[in-house]
């Protein structure tokens, strides 16, 4: 069993490298950070997946030009996170102009003494 709980602090520092890992397409962060069953909903719905994931940030098909994130809550319980962060962001997704501000929910969770997303949710938030 880990003795290392999960905090607050832990989460933010986690939510942080995420963030910076994501700006530059850092696939070996990301992939460190993602659970191997890792899924995820985007905003149309579509389940994303730890290997669709990666792939997007290994084909570029994303590019940040600007962003910063500001983190709402963190709720933990037991060895599980749930975290509700705010990313302002501008750039690009397949060659076509991306603004505004996005609603992330993530689900963190230990596993040998690291921190892994198991489950998240993202939407864009009206102007």
């Known amino acids: 069993m880990d003795k290392i709980a999960i905090s607050r602090e832990n989460i933010v520092e986690a939510e942080n490298k995420l963030f910076l890992a994501q700006l530059v397409s850092n696939v070996d962060i990301l992939d460190q950070l993602l659970h191997d069953d890792l899924l995820a909903v985007a905003p149309t719905g579509e389940i994303i997946t730890k290997e669709m994931d990666l792939n997007s940030h290994k084909a570029k098909t994303m590019i940040i030009e600007n962003a910063s994130i500001e983190i709402d809550d ?54």
Do not use: N
């Open 74 to 127: 963190i709720k933990i319980t037991g060895d599980t996170a749930l975290s509700i962060v705010t990313m302002t962001a501008k750039g690009k997704v397949m060659g076509a102009p991306l603004e505004g501000k996005f609603r992330y929910f993530r689900v963190w969770k230990r596993f040998d003494g690291s921190l892994k997303i198991i489950g998240a949710s993202f939407m864009q938030l009206a102007d």
